[in-house]
């Protein structure tokens, strides 16, 4: 077990991307944050199920009922026209398919803050430098992002990190995170956020003041995880948020078809 009695870190780290069974993740909210606490390597954890503010409510329930170690940040990864987009500090839905600036517009209506995650990735729906730059030059800046992703394990090899590093130090000045985009309990902490304090509010106010920065952990360990699990939870993926995405009709449809691909025992 971990020291919780020792001093305490200049910095604390966070991961900003967290999938739970609620969503297309494979371990429910409970096992997810009793590895956390067992491990205590990370102050603060966000909740972001793809579209649906559910899993992260439920996850809230769970952290209140047991004395954790760390904080928890209720949060969703919204698919907007563009490409996904973290709303963290949220509390109800935020609807999908909107532009970028709408949905960043209405996380900010609710007090939450809005993170570009996987910037510029070919491997999921991800906003693109374009777009980003679009949006950044509307006056209004409610309707601007308040972060950048640039460390994230899904996109390692492909660089979008680096060219999202150094785009938003030469223009954008966004704050800058980093998430695993966990979809198991073993991957979370793959990628975090490191930051002043070691509260959700130490940082929330670091992400406001562009004091944070990105940083990579050992990344998801395959060999812990395996190919079965690693396929199951493709086809999870294609079954669970096609229907709140997409709508029931078409949702179901989508999920039909996954089922037909899962591996038979």
Not at 13 to 29: C, F, P
Request: hydrophobic share 40%.
């Amino acid at each position: 077990m971990p020291d919780h009695t020792a001093v305490p870190r200049r910095f604390g780290r966070a991961d900003l991307q967290v999938h739970t069974a609620y969503g297309d993740g494979m371990e429910d909210a409970r096992a997810i944050f009793e590895r956390v606490e067992v491990l205590g390597e990370l102050d603060v954890i966000a909740v972001t199920d793809h579209d649906d503010i559910g899993g992260a409510l439920e996850a809230r329930d769970v952290h209140a009922r047991a004395p954790y170690h760390f904080d928890l940040v209720t949060g969703i990864e919204v698919t907007t026209l563009h490409g996904h987009l973290l709303a963290l500090w949220v509390e109800a839905p935020v609807r999908s398919f909107r532009s970028l600036e709408a949905t960043t517009a209405a996380i900010h209506e609710q007090g939450g803050l809005a993170v570009v995650p996987h910037p510029f990735s070919l491997l999921t729906r991800s906003i693109g430098r374009r777009t980003l730059e679009r949006v950044l030059a509307i006056a209004d800046t409610a309707t601007h992002p308040d972060g950048i992703e640039i460390a994230n394990p899904t996109s390692a090899g492909w660089d979008t990190g680096i060219r999202a590093v150094e785009a938003n130090r030469a223009r954008w000045g966004l704050a800058e995170t980093g998430g695993s985009d966990a979809h198991f309990a073993e991957a979370v902490g793959g990628a975090y956020t490191l930051f002043p304090g070691r509260t959700s509010e130490d940082l929330r106010l670091a992400i406001l003041s562009r004091a944070t920065s990105g940083r990579r952990g050992a990344g998801m360990p395959l060999r812990q995880i395996g190919a079965t699990r690693i396929a199951l939870q493709q086809v999870r993926g294609l079954s669970v948020t096609p229907k709140k995405v997409l709508g029931p009709p078409l949702g179901r449809f989508v999920g039909r078809m996954g089922e037909r691909i899962r591996p038979r025992p």
